[in-house]
């Protein structure tokens, strides 16, 4: 069974998403913990890469950053070796395939399990090549988590209906950041969801302000949120991790 489930079963949940290592990983650790104490449900945990497609300039800042400070996939499995200490909600990370390849997939997956990690999301990996991780996540009981967008149209029943963990329905098109306002039609996307899926689904990519995650929640199980995390953390440094918890806080208040 899918340790996912546990963050939509009190509620909406509110999922936060972070780039370890940015401004360093000792400030990822103090500002998660925040991110828990505040009343996250599941945080999502950005391995930084060199190439990150899906992601707007403040993520694709942040990811440079991390690199460029040392940041490597050794040293966030340590992280979370870390944080697994205490913290007991679901965590995911949010990385490219070629992150995986570089590692090799069955050392990468083994190791998530080994360190608590619940699932992945790999914004590169088309749904037809799913198979590439798919029975490796399997073996070792990491959920290998779909992603819709608006240009899914008539794949989205069939990717329900092989969801696991929980589906990720992009907002937007293009890549992530933060918009003034969400316009695309997402409840017809949702009532298909529902209708092939008992999974639950979380709505991501462009969510910033409590009305936006209030609107958003009314349609899903849940409201993703990155890039309003990472303009924190960009202004405050390694003072961020209270500025970063009263905004969880704020969204969590929203949506409940």
């Not at 930084?48 to 490597?72: H, R, Y």
């Not at 990690?117 to 590169?124: E, S, V």
């Not at 996540?137 to 779909?146: A, F, N, Q, T």
């Not at 969801?193 to 609107?215: H, L, M």
């Amino acid at each position: 069974m899918s340790k996912i489930i546990n963050a939509f079963t009190n509620g909406k949940a509110f999922i936060p998403f972070i780039t370890c290592g940015y401004p360093d990983l000792q400030t990822t650790e103090k500002t998660v913990r925040e991110m828990v104490k505040n009343g996250a449900s599941l945080i999502e945990l950005g391995i930084p890469f060199s190439d990150p497609t899906a992601e707007g300039v403040v993520i694709q800042e942040a990811n440079l950053k991390a690199l460029q400070g040392g940041v490597t996939t050794e040293k966030v499995f340590d992280l979370v070796k870390n944080l697994r200490r205490d913290i007991k909600i679901p965590l995911i990370f949010m990385t490219y395939a070629n992150v995986i390849f570089g590692y090799g997939a069955e050392k990468f997956i083994s190791t998530c399990a080994e360190i608590g990690i619940d699932g992945i999301i790999l914004p590169d990996l088309p749904f037809e090549e799913k198979e590439e991780f798919l029975p490796i996540c399997r073996k070792y009981g990491v959920d290998l988590i779909s992603m819709i967008a608006p240009t899914s149209e008539n794949r989205i029943a069939k990717i329900s209906r092989d969801a696991e963990g929980f589906l990720y329905i992009v907002s937007s098109l293009g890549v992530t950041g933060v918009r003034s306002e969400i316009k695309t039609d997402l409840a017809p996307m949702i009532k298909i969801v529902r209708d092939n899926t008992k999974v639950p689904c979380a709505i991501g990519f462009g969510i910033s302000t409590p009305k936006q995650a209030f609107e958003m929640s009314q349609l899903a199980d849940g409201v993703i949120v990155g890039s309003a995390i990472i303009k924190i953390l960009a202004k405050y440094g390694k003072d961020s991790a209270p500025y970063v918890g009263e905004y969880v806080k704020e969204m969590v208040q929203a949506i409940s």
